[in-house]
Each structure stands twice: as structure tokens, then as C-alpha cells.
């Protein structure tokens, strides 16, 4: 089962109002009968939000194998093709994924399991940064990065030898 199908179609509670069932009737302030929620079924809903929120921690991992496939296979060549998808695999989408690991965690935030959800967040960006660094090096490998000495040649001082 997936962690959707837990979420949406809980198990069927027990609707009588005898003290022998797992609702029992409570009244609140106004004097109308409320049913409490037995604290299972939190821990379960829990349960499956953290199990939702590791899903999509481990989704960069997923899609990076697919990226250093498709790196792989485009070579090492300076091309157009090769840099806009390293530029945009390793680069750009890491990045917006990082900027936006808020709003990617919200529909799982939870205030009992809070500790679990921030390990699920941190994992989700060390993998977008492990993304990053694979790009740097792929880039290295095309010799795009500036890394030898040769690159900085202009910014070298002219030296004049005197005869």
C-alpha cells in the first residue's frame, strides 16, 4: 500500500457511542457531544506523513542516477546540448528545489513529528547539493570550469625581459 491510499482510506471506525467502543463521547464547552479521535489513529496519520516526507527526501537520489545516465551518454564534448542539460540537470533544478524545500515539505509538517520531518528536509537538500557537485565535475570534465593555470592567463602580470 502506498502512503496516499493510508492516508485516504482509514480503516472503518467503530461509530457506537457505548463506552466499550474506541469513540467515546466527550462534551465540549457548549454541551454538544464531540467524539475523540483514539491516538492510534494520529500516530498512524504520523507515521504516514513521515513515510510521505522520506519519499520525497530520497526523490533527488532517483532522479540523479537518471542524470548521470543521460550525462554519460552525451559525452564530454563542448557542445550546446551537453551544457544546456548539465546547466539545467545539475544546476538550475537542484538550486529551485533547494530554494523551495519549504513549500515542498508543508503538506507534511507536523508538529509531534517535527524531528523527523527536518532529518527528511536536511537528507532532501544534501542530496540536491551532492547534484550540484556531480555538476561540477561533469563540468571540470568538459573543461568548462576554469581550473588550470592556462585559464588565468590574462589576469597574469606581463613580464618583460630585458636583453
Not at 454541551?31 to 479521535?37: A, D, L, M, S
Not at 530554494?99 to 503538506?107: L, Y
Not at 597574469?156 to 625581459?161: S, V
Request: glycine share 4%; net charge positive; proline share 6%.
Amino acid at each position: 500500500m502506498s502512503w496516499y491510499s493510508d492516508l485516504c482510506e482509514p480503516e472503518s471506525v467503530i461509530k457506537s457511542n457505548t463506552p466499550l467502543s474506541g469513540n467515546v463521547p466527550r462534551t465540549n464547552l457548549i454541551g454538544k457531544p464531540k467524539t475523540v479521535v483514539p491516538k492510534k489513529s494520529r500516530s498512524r496519520e504520523d507515521h504516514i506523513k513521515v513515510k510521505h516526507a522520506w519519499s520525497m527526501a530520497l526523490s533527488p537520489v532517483k532522479s540523479l542516477a537518471v542524470n548521470i545516465f543521460v550525462s554519460y551518454m552525451s559525452g564530454n564534448s563542448l557542445q550546446i546540448v551537453t551544457i544546456s542539460m548539465v546547466a539545467y540537470m545539475f544546476f538550475i533544478s537542484p538550486i529551485n528545489q533547494i530554494k523551495s524545500v519549504g513549500s515542498t515539505f508543508k503538506s507534511v509538517q507536523s508538529k509531534t513529528m517535527n524531528r523527523d520531518i527536518r532529518t527528511a528536509m536536511i537528507v532532501y537538500v544534501a542530496f540536491n547539493v551532492i547534484s550540484i557537485l556531480f555538476g561540477l565535475w561533469k563540468v571540470n570534465k568538459i573543461g568548462i570550469l576554469p581550473t588550470k593555470k592556462a585559464d588565468w592567463l590574462p589576469e597574469q602580470p606581463t613580464r618583460y625581459y630585458i636583453n
